[in-house]
C-alpha cells in the first residue's frame, strides 16, 4: 500500500530523528556535531522524499534553493535539525520538521522530538489537555522577546525557556505550555511541520497581527507567529498590538 504524505512525513521524521540521535551517541559534540547531523539528516530526507514524491519541490534549510519550486502547488518544507546548538549541548529541546504545504497551506506535518522519544503529526492529532493554571507562556530560552513578556505580564502568564522553535510549538500541542509568541522571526522551515500539527490539533496559529501564515514565498522569511489555545488568541493578539517598544 502506498504511503499517504502524513505517513511519509512521520516515517522520514522519526527516521531522521534516529539518525541523529545515533550520531550523537559516536561521541561527537557542539558544533561540530551540530553540521553532521544536519548533514545526515538532510542527505537520507531529500533522498527519501525525491524517490517517494518524485513530482513534489522541496525547500530545506540545508539545501541550496531554488525558485522553480515556485511553479509548484505541492512543496515538502523540512528542517533536518531544528535546535542545532541544544543537539550539540545533549539536550532534549530539538527537533526534526517534515512538513507539506499545498497552495501556501501548511496541510501536512510531522515534528519528531528524538530526545523523548516521540514524533506528532497532523494526521494522528493529540487530545489537548486542560489549560495550566498560571498560564505558561514559551519564549526564547536565550533571548525572550520583549513583546512576549509584555503580553505575559498583562495575562499572568509564567514565562517558560525552551530552545528550539519545534519543541516549543510542540509544548503547547503536549499540554506543557499555553502560549508561544515568536517575534524574533523564522523562515518557512522553522515553523511550516509545528504549525501544521498545531492546527490539526485544535489549536490557533497566524501570524501576530491576525493574519494566515503562508508558505513556498519567493522570501522564505517569517517575521512572527502565534501559536495559542483558542480561547486565548483574541486577548494575546490584541496585547501584541498594544506593545511599544521603550524608546
Known amino acids: 500500500m502506498t504511503e499517504t504524505d502524513d505517513q511519509l512525513a512521520e516515517r522520514l521524521a522519526t527516521t531522521a530523528g534516529a539518525i541523529l540521535l545515533a550520531l550523537r551517541a559516536e561521541g561527537l559534540d557542539g558544533k561540530a556535531l551540530g553540521q553532521a547531523g544536519d548533514e545526515a539528516a538532510n542527505a537520507m530526507l531529500c533522498r527519501e522524499l525525491r524517490a517517494g514524491r518524485p513530482d513534489d519541490a522541496i525547500l530545506s534549510e ?30 532534549d529541546d530539538w527537533a526534526v520538521h517534515v512538513a507539506l504545504a499545498v497552495d501556501g497551506v501548511a496541510t501536512v506535518g510531522a ?10 503529526t497532523s ?24 513583546e512576549a513578556v509584555f503580553v505575559a505580564e498583562r495575562i499572568g502568564a509564567e514565562l517558560v ?37 498545531a492546527q490539526a490539533a485544535g489549536l490557533h496559529v497566524s501570524r501576530v497581527d491576525g493574519a494566515p501564515i503562508r508558505y513556498n514565498n519567493a522570501d522564505t522569511y517569517l517575521p512572527d507567529l502565534l501559536i495559542c489555545r483558542a480561547g486565548l488568541a483574541d486577548e494575546v493578539l490584541r496585547l501584541a498590538a498594544e506593545y511599544r517598544p521603550a524608546s
Open 161 to 197: 525557556g525552551m530552545g528550539s522553535a519545534g519543541a516549543k510549538a510542540m509544548a503547547v500541542v503536549r499540554g506543557e505550555a499555553d502560549i508561544y509568541l515568536h517575534t524574533g522571526g523564522q523562515y518557512e522551515w522553522d515553523n511550516c511541520a509545528p504549525v501544521a500539527v
Open 123 to 146: 494526521g494522528a492529532p493529540v487530545p489537548l489537555r486542560p489549560a495550566n493554571s498560571p498560564l505558561r507562556m514559551l519564549v526564547s530560552r536565550t533571548r525572550p522577546a520583549a
Open 111 to 120: 515534528v519528531a522530538l528524538p530526545g523523548l522519544g516521540i514524533t506528532l
Open 62 to 91: 540545508e539545501e541550496k534553493d531554488s525558485a522553480a519550486r515556485l511553479a509548484h502547488r505541492r512543496v515538502w518544507i523540512i528542517d533536518p535539525l531544528d535546535g542545532t546548538r541544544e543537539y550539540g549541548e545533549g539536550r
